[in-house]
């Protein structure tokens, strides 16, 4: 898969079949909507291409800020697994923000990307302030030369697949539902840094990832997980939260991995949300806590050597 990631990089490209959208998550509406991007694609002889900002709109714009679900690498390998042949990761600038509609369709879905189909979903929206929508496509495709197909809401159990469902699932902890609608588990990942040590003191170190403020994230409590390192898989349980009972400290992501001896300080883990396990609370003493923590342990082995993990 080629990746342009600005408008310069795109130059005399083969015309394209091309998927419109965000692709936060890359969801299972979103890979409807580029499997059928793909088979256009292939029956017109045509290069299939995704189309979507590196930075969402809305953050540019300060109206209610949106977090991202999936990191920006992990969101171009799904895509390049999919099969999509041109990759258009394009920052969204000024320039871009107050482009008309017709002149949005002009300038980048004609002229850069040479989009003689398009993929869409029903609730796309593009140029100044958001005038533009599936309707404004059909009607500029008639008279600019390009066909448009609009994906209707994608349901699973009743409930329109969509991004905003996603982030409302982990910021409410019910990050067990993620995999029904994504197809794969919500997940943090990043490099292990030092912590304050208390966990290997007491007998359950943990690998300590600092939370990226541009990510959704879960809310504090314990979750049984499964951890990545170098491309294997380890049963763990995590900690997400402040460690109300031994201090004050700024939110992040503690992991324990079982039988597990590594040292990873420095290294690079992903950490993927199986099922929430209870919320973050303040215990009398370490002695409590590390009593709560031996019987989550128990529960969390119980549910993985239920799933084979261990």
Do not use: W
Not at 75 to 85: H, P, Q, S
Not at 163 to 185: H, K, N, P
Not at 189 to 217: C, H, Q, W
């Amino acid at each position: 898969m080629k990746i342009f990631n600005s408008l310069h990089e795109i130059k005399n490209i083969k015309p394209t079949v091309t998927a419109l959208g965000n692709f936060d998550g890359v969801h299972k509406g979103h890979q409807e909507l580029i499997r059928r991007t793909l088979r256009a694609a292939d029956a017109a002889g045509l290069k299939s291409a995704v189309f979507t900002f590196s930075n969402h709109p809305r953050n540019l714009t300060g109206e209610h800020p949106v977090k991202n679900i999936i990191y920006a690498d992990e969101k171009a390998a799904i895509i390049e697994r999919l099969g999509i042949d041109y990759l258009f990761n394009i920052p969204f600038s000024d320039e871009i923000r107050v482009l008309s509609p017709s002149e949005f369709i002009d300038q980048l879905l004609i002229d850069r990307f040479c989009m003689k189909e398009g993929y869409c979903g029903f609730n796309y929206r593009f140029g100044y302030r958001a005038a533009g929508d599936p309707k404004t496509l059909m009607e500029q495709g008639l008279l600019k030369g390009f066909g448009l197909h609009v994906l209707e809401p994608y349901k699973i159990d009743g409930k329109i697949v969509s991004s905003t469902l996603i982030r409302e699932l982990i910021e409410s902890g019910a990050v067990d539902q993620c995999m029904r609608y994504m197809g794969r588990y919500y997940a943090i990942a990043g490099e292990v840094v030092v912590g304050n040590r208390l966990g290997k003191k007491i007998g359950f170190p943990t690998s300590n990832l600092n939370i990226d403020d541009r990510m959704v994230s879960p809310p504090n409590g314990v979750y049984i997980t499964q951890s990545f390192y170098n491309g294997v898989c380890y049963p763990s349980i995590t900690n997400v939260g402040c460690k109300p009972t031994i201090g004050e400290y700024q939110k992040n992501v503690e992991t324990h991995i079982f039988n597990f001896e590594k040292e990873l300080y420095g290294k690079m883990i992903r950490v993927e949300f199986l099922q929430k396990l209870r919320d973050e609370r303040r215990f009398s003493s370490v002695e409590e806590l590390s009593k709560e923590i031996t019987a989550n342990c128990i529960t969390a082995k119980a549910y993985h050597r239920q799933r084979g993990a261990l």
